[in-house]
């Protein structure tokens, strides 16, 4: 079912990869091992947690995922430029939503890398 999405979608994938789905995107993404450094939390359980900020990134030009993330409540803190996914190098929008009472200066103050004016931080 998750093949068939993606196979139906081909605009996301030329917008975040530049090159359509391969035939085992969905096993990949079901199966694959996160890149380094990477890690999934649910909403939930990271508030249930002491979470007090949620933050990802974006491809920028991607409308419809911008549009969504903004209307989930997510602001964008910067941009990291030079990202690589698939065969395109992409700027992401570094974006944070708030939870149980955090502040975005909490977070930067905690987080200075998503400054705006902090260039090719990581």
């Given at each position: 079912m998750l093949q068939a999405l993606f196979d139906a979608n081909p605009e996301y994938f030329l917008t975040v990869q530049g090159e359509p789905a391969a035939p085992t995107e969905a096993h990949e993404e079901i199966h694959g091992e996160l890149p380094s450094g990477w890690s999934f939390t649910k909403r939930r359980w990271a508030m249930a947690n002491g979470?007090?900020?949620?933050?990802?990134?974006?491809?920028?030009?991607?409308?419809?995922?911008?549009?969504?993330?903004?209307?989930?409540?997510?602001?964008?803190?910067?941009?990291?430029?030079?990202?690589?996914?698939?065969?395109?190098?992409?700027?992401?929008?570094?974006?944070?939503?708030?939870?149980?009472?955090?502040t975005l200066e909490e977070y930067l103050s905690l987080v200075p890398r998503d400054r705006p004016e902090v260039p090719n931080a990581l």
């Amino acid at each position: 079912m998750l093949q068939a999405l993606f196979d139906a979608n081909p605009e996301y994938f030329l917008t975040v990869q530049g090159e359509p789905a391969a035939p085992t995107e969905a096993h990949e993404e079901i199966h694959g091992e996160l890149p380094s450094g990477w890690s999934f939390t649910k909403r939930r359980w990271a508030m249930a947690n002491g979470a007090k900020w949620l933050r990802l990134g974006v491809v920028r030009g991607n409308s419809r995922g911008e549009r969504f993330w903004e209307s989930a409540g997510y602001i964008q803190t910067r941009l990291r430029h030079g990202v690589a996914f698939g065969a395109q190098t992409n700027t992401l929008r570094v974006m944070f939503k708030p939870l149980a009472r955090g502040t975005l200066e909490e977070y930067l103050s905690l987080v200075p890398r998503d400054r705006p004016e902090v260039p090719n931080a990581l």
